[in-house]
Each structure stands twice: as C-alpha cells, then as structure tokens.
C-alpha cells in the first residue's frame, strides 16, 4: 500500500468514525423516549464508536508498521545496489588509470 492509499484508506476511516458519531448522536437525541433510556443508548454508543476507533487505529498503526518494514528492505536493496555500482565504477576507474599510466611510460 502506497503513501497516498495510507492516507485515503485512514480518511475513509476517520470519517466513517465521525460520521457514525454524528448520526447516531442525532438519532438518539430525536428518539422519543425516557431520558434515562436514551443515555444508557448513548453510553452503548460511546463504547461502540471507541472499539471501533480503537480497531481502526490498531489496523492503522499495523499498517503503518508494515509500510515502514517494506521501506527499510527497499532501502536496504537500494543501498546495496549502489555499493555495487560505486565498486564497479572504482574498478573501471583504476583500471583505466592503470592503462593510462602504461600508455604515458611507453
């Protein structure tokens, strides 16, 4: 998952959660009913929105943990391969100041 789908997927989230708190927010304050009913629905509510916040912010944070395992290998490849490069380029360079040398003694 790129950056930009990370970022998506945690305002799809984000928003969800709000939405959800929100609409049943006004729900529960439109209901027609006792007014001890209505905050036993709304502490039910609360602890619901909280598992749900809590899951997302768990998956998040899973993902986000994912996201940086991946970049530390890609970085570690990349560094790799340009050690390898580095070496390569050092070698031809020694051996065309080598070859340069031979061609000024002669």
Not at 12 to 31: D, E, K, P, R, S
Not at 33 to 57: C, M, N, P, Y
């Amino acid at each position: 998952m790129g950056n930009s789908e990370y970022r998506d997927a945690l305002s799809f989230i984000v928003g969800m959660t709000l939405g959800a708190l929100v609409g049943t927010t006004a729900a529960l304050l439109l209901a027609p009913q006792s007014g001890r009913r209505t905050r036993r629905q709304l502490v039910r509510k609360a602890e619901e929105i909280g598992d749900t916040a809590t899951e997302a912010f768990d998956e998040a944070r899973e993902e986000t943990r994912r996201l940086a395992d991946r970049t530390a290998r890609e970085t570690r490849r990349l560094a790799e391969r340009a050690r390898t490069r580095a070496d390569r380029t050092s070698d031809r360079l020694g051996d065309a100041v080598d070859k340069g040398r031979e061609r000024l003694r002669r």
